[in-house]
């Protein structure tokens, strides 16, 4: 079974940094996108990043130019790094992977458990 695990999240003020990761675990066959997620208070559920496996990257027009979203092949970890943040930032940050496992056939969505991002005005 496949297990997504994050970790990172925390407190900072604007104009600050966070690293964010997360790291799967399980039988992979095919690992198709990684994306990043942020939900803010009283808001629905957005994409802020994704990572295709060829390599290809995609960012909401909010994080352009501040957030980057990288791999670790070997580890089959995700990463996000966020440069400049600002308080509209806040939110719970969730990561996502769209993959195979060797126990099935097809491709689902797998979720990990989210991780708290707050920045401080």
């Known amino acids: 079974q496949v297990q997504l695990v994050e970790s990172g999240g925390g407190l900072v003020q604007a104009g600050g940094s966070l690293k964010l990761s997360c790291a799967a675990s399980?039988?992979?066959?095919?690992?198709?996108?990684m994306r990043w997620y942020r939900q803010a208070p009283g808001k629905q559920r957005e994409s802020v990043a994704t990572?295709?496996?060829?390599?290809?990257?995609y960012y909401a027009d909010s994080v352009k130019g501040r957030f980057t979203i990288s791999r670790d092949n070997d580890q089959n970890t995700v990463y996000l790094q966020m440069n400049s943040l600002k308080p509209e930032d806040t939110g719970i940050y969730y990561c996502?992977?769209?993959?195979?496992?060797?126990?099935?056939?097809?491709?689902?969505?797998?979720w990990g458990q989210g991780t708290q991002v707050t920045v401080a005005s």
């Open positions: 399980g039988n992979i066959f095919s690992l198709i996108a």
């Open positions: 990572r295709t496996s060829g390599g290809s990257t």
């Open positions: 996502n992977f769209f993959l195979v496992p060797y126990s099935s056939t097809y491709a689902s969505d797998y």
